[in-house]
């Protein structure tokens, strides 16, 4: 079959050509991949410039490694760190747009992200942060991406539930996170099935439960905004975070700035976490929430709920 190049494809391949620098070779190759015409005749092309995207982007983040910056390495912020993955064109960088005020780029063609970028998820009076990153496939995975989501708190996977091919294209995206080392014990790993204002997509999430129900599918568009109201609490549940508040005694709690402490953390934990100071000098403390009665004294070792206060006493 004749590959029937298109004008725009010739001039990326003559870009490529002429490209001197890295940055400049890869945005060629990644032009070249989203004009390409898709079809049998061009899927060893397809492939070929896959693996030339993948050999750039490793070179780089190894070059990047000896100079002791890693391009894939995210500082973290707020009440936990989570990844959004996917294959290209599954709507990631649209669900990070409809959550953050990050600057994504969202595009109708394939590894428009090319590099990861954080924006703040915010549910009642904490923040999340939300990490767009590039599209992952069996020919453009890096390591150091595999890395830098090992370090998250959890990752959310986003499937186009409207095409006929998301059973396969999840199961390929997940087989790739767990045998890329991408993922580790602790850490969640959620299905968004995106794209389901689209005809079919209702029906494809209902089935990608039913031959997955070991991974919590959420079905979410990000042009109805269906389902993405529900996305803030459900991932900060999966953080396994508690919010509780300090109180002076003799004053009232802040509200607005509670501590983030894991589930089972107790009243000696928080104490560390406010100052060491503290901690060292603490003589008592009390509990208003998950206590028997309000303002009940309770020990160190007492464990914590999500909205609890505590009042220390030097």
Same mark, same amino acid.
């Given at each position: 079959?004749?590959?029937?190049? &298109?004008?725009? +494809? !010739?001039?990326?391949?003559?870009?490529?050509?002429? %490209? =001197?620098?890295?940055?400049? @070779?890869?945005?060629?190759?990644?032009?070249?991949?989203?004009?390409?015409?898709?079809? @049998?005749?061009?899927?060893?092309?397809?492939?070929?410039?896959? *693996?030339?995207?993948?050999? !750039?982007?490793?070179?780089?983040? *190894?070059?990047?490694? =000896?100079?002791?910056?890693?391009? +894939?390495?995210?500082? *973290?912020?707020?009440?936990?760190? $989570?990844?959004?993955?996917?294959?290209?064109?599954?709507?990631?960088?649209?669900?990070?747009?409809?959550?953050?005020?990050? @600057?994504?780029?969202?595009?109708? +063609?394939?590894?428009? &992200?090319?590099?990861?970028?954080?924006?703040?998820?915010?549910?009642?009076? $904490?923040?999340?942060?939300?990490?767009?990153?590039?599209?992952?496939?069996?020919? &453009?995975?890096?390591?150091?991406?595999?890395? %830098? !989501?090992?370090?998250?708190?959890?990752?959310?996977?986003?499937?186009?539930?409207?095409?006929?091919?998301?059973?396969?294209?999840?199961?390929?995206?997940?087989?790739?996170?767990?045998?890329?080392?991408?993922?580790?014990?602790? #850490?969640?790993?959620?299905?968004? %099935?995106?794209?389901?204002?689209?005809?079919?997509?209702?029906?494809?999430?209902?089935?990608?439960?039913?031959?997955?129900?070991?991974?919590?599918?959420?079905?979410?568009?990000? #042009?109805?905004?269906?389902?993405?109201?529900?996305?803030?609490?459900? $991932?900060?549940?999966?953080?396994?975070?508690?919010?509780?508040?300090?109180?002076?005694?003799?004053?009232?709690?802040?509200?607005?700035?509670?501590?983030?402490?894991?589930?089972?953390?107790?009243?000696?934990?928080?104490?560390?976490?406010?100052?060491?100071?503290?901690?060292?000098?603490?003589?008592?403390?009390?509990?208003?929430?998950?206590?028997?009665?309000?303002?009940?004294?309770?020990?160190?070792?007492?464990?914590?709920?999500?909205?609890?206060?505590?009042?220390?006493?030097?």
């Amino acid at each position: 079959m004749p590959a029937n190049l &298109t004008p725009q +494809y !010739l001039e990326a391949e003559e870009a490529y050509r002429r %490209a =001197k620098t890295q940055q400049e @070779k890869l945005a060629a190759l990644e032009e070249m991949l989203r004009s390409i015409p898709k079809h @049998k005749g061009t899927e060893k092309m397809q492939a070929d410039i896959k *693996r030339r995207i993948a050999k !750039l982007r490793d070179e780089a983040a *190894r070059a990047a490694k =000896k100079g002791k910056a890693d391009p +894939y390495r995210v500082e *973290r912020e707020g009440a936990g760190q $989570v990844f959004v993955v996917g294959p290209p064109n599954s709507g990631k960088s649209s669900v990070v747009a409809a959550l953050t005020s990050a @600057k994504v780029v969202v595009a109708d +063609y394939p590894f428009a &992200t090319s590099a990861p970028v954080p924006g703040m998820m915010k549910h009642e009076n $904490v923040l999340i942060q939300l990490v767009d990153t590039p599209p992952i496939t069996p020919d &453009t995975f890096p390591p150091a991406m595999a890395a %830098a !989501l090992r370090g998250g708190d959890g990752l959310l996977v986003t499937i186009d539930a409207s095409s006929d091919d998301c059973l396969d294209m999840l199961e390929e995206c997940v087989g790739l996170l767990r045998e890329g080392r991408a993922t580790r014990d602790g #850490q969640f790993l959620d299905v968004l %099935a995106t794209k389901v204002d689209l005809a079919g997509a209702a029906g494809n999430a209902e089935l990608l439960a039913e031959v997955f129900p070991d991974l919590h599918i959420q079905p979410v568009s990000s #042009q109805t905004m269906q389902g993405m109201d529900l996305l803030p609490r459900n $991932v900060f549940l999966r953080l396994g975070v508690i919010r509780v508040y300090s109180k002076p005694p003799g004053r009232q709690p802040d509200l607005e700035a509670p501590f983030v402490l894991k589930e089972g953390s107790t009243v000696d934990d928080l104490a560390r976490a406010i100052h060491k100071d503290l901690h060292r000098n603490m003589k008592a403390a009390r509990v208003w929430g998950s206590a028997r009665f309000d303002g009940q004294p309770v020990p160190r070792d007492y464990v914590l709920a999500d909205g609890d206060i505590v009042e220390f006493r030097t």
